[in-house]
Structures are given as C-alpha cells and as structure tokens.
C-alpha cells in the first residue's frame, strides 16, 4: 500500500457568523453599540479530521478480513517521509476495536540496541494478561540466536490470539528495526499458517534494504504479503 503525496489530515473549524463592517453603521448608533457589547464568538477548537486515505484503508481491511479468517497476511506500507505512513496505521488500528493490539516502531537512534523492537512487541501485552515466557521474558543480547527468538515470537502470537477476534501488530518504521529483531520477526512471520494475525508494518521507500535481502524477496513473493 503506497499513500498519494496529499495530505492525511486537515484542521477543520466551524467559524461563528461574522457580522460585515458596514452592516453596524446602517443599523444605527443604537444597534452598533449593542452590537459591539455582545460576546465575542467562541470558535471551537481544531480537530483533526482523517481524509484521502479510504483506499488504503479498504486494503487493510481486507487483510483484517481473511486474518479474521484464519488466513495471516501481513501487509508493507512504503512511502517518503512524511507522507502520512503512522498516521494511516493509527487510524486502521482506531478502527479495529475488538483486535489485541501490538505496537512497535523501529529508531535510527536505536537500531543498534539488540532485540528492541521484539521487545516493544511483547511488553504490550501486559494488559491482556498474558506475559511472554522463555526467551521472550529474558534480557536478550546479541548473542542469543535470532531463529530460536523468532520460533518463540511465532508460538507466543498464537498463544495471544487464543480467543480473541485477530491480533494486530503495527510496526512503524520498520526499516530501522534492530538485525536481531528484524531477523527474529522474519522467521516468525515466514512460519504463520493459520493464526488470526495481520501484520502491517510501514517504511520508507527503498530503505528496507536496512533489513537485508530475506525481507525483500518474502514481502515480494510470500502469498501472504501484500
């Protein structure tokens, strides 16, 4: 899914009825003087309405559908900076209430911290009463194999999704996300088959080279992937 270059959001104000310059001196001196004792118009304040992004929206939802299903998929969003890549997933996850939610973004600033983004996954589910185990609950390096945390990553999004309509997880800026991690998710992501789970996850055009050649050809080629 690649967002236009528009913008995703607009600040919308309803303005209060401005009464024209002129109009106070035909109604008299009279009427100008109460005119101007009365209160100033109280403008409401701004609120951010989402438009221009209904197509990729329905992509989305498409992919919630068959993950609803059974059928995982998970689901890249690629643009330029600033284009309104965070602010597409928010509002699909606004839209998703009955979804357990994982969040995640990768930082350039912390690419290099082992394990940070896998990290992020699972300390969101501590209000779901569910609490990662094994490796999941360790204080992870650098040594520790990536494939044995990506094993454990894809047994434990099963486990969340035990009952519950889908399991959302939202990675943003995934191309700075740690190698650990990134190879970690790939393994989880590649091994799937039949959980309730939709992965969308956004980056920056031609950036998720960062993740290296396994993330490319499984985004390019895997039927899950779209």
């Not at 606004?94 to 912390?110: F, I, K, M, W």
């Not at 740690?178 to 790939?186: I, K, N, V």
């Amino acid at each position: 899914v690649t967002p236009p270059g528009d913008g995703q959001a607009v600040e919308a104000t309803s303005l209060g009825r401005a009464l024209p310059a002129s109009a106070g001196d035909a109604l008299g001196g009279a009427a100008a003087e109460a005119d101007r004792a009365r209160p100033a118009v109280q403008r409401p304040a701004a609120r951010r309405v989402f438009v221009g992004r209904e197509n990729e929206l329905a992509v989305l939802a498409a992919a919630g559908s068959a993950a609803r299903s059974g059928e995982p998929r998970v689901v890249l969003v690629e643009g330029e900076a600033g284009i309104g890549k965070s602010s597409l997933l928010a509002q699909f996850a606004v839209r998703q209430p009955n979804a357990t939610l994982l969040r995640a973004s990768g930082d350039e600033a912390e690419m290099f911290l082992p394990y940070g983004v896998t990290g992020q996954l699972v300390s969101g589910t501590g209000g779901n009463g569910i609490s990662p185990q094994g490796l999941l609950a360790a204080d992870l390096s650098d040594a520790v194999d990536p494939l044995a945390v990506g094993a454990e990553l894809r047994t434990w999004l099963g486990q969340v999704g035990q009952g519950r309509e889908m399991v959302l997880v939202v990675i943003d800026d995934v191309q700075w996300t740690d190698t650990p991690s990134a190879r970690a998710l790939l393994f989880a992501l590649r091994h799937i088959q039949a959980d309730r789970v939709l992965i969308v996850v956004s980056a920056r055009t031609g950036e998720l080279s960062r993740l290296g050649e396994g993330w490319r050809r499984f985004l390019a080629g895997d039927h899950r992937a779209e």
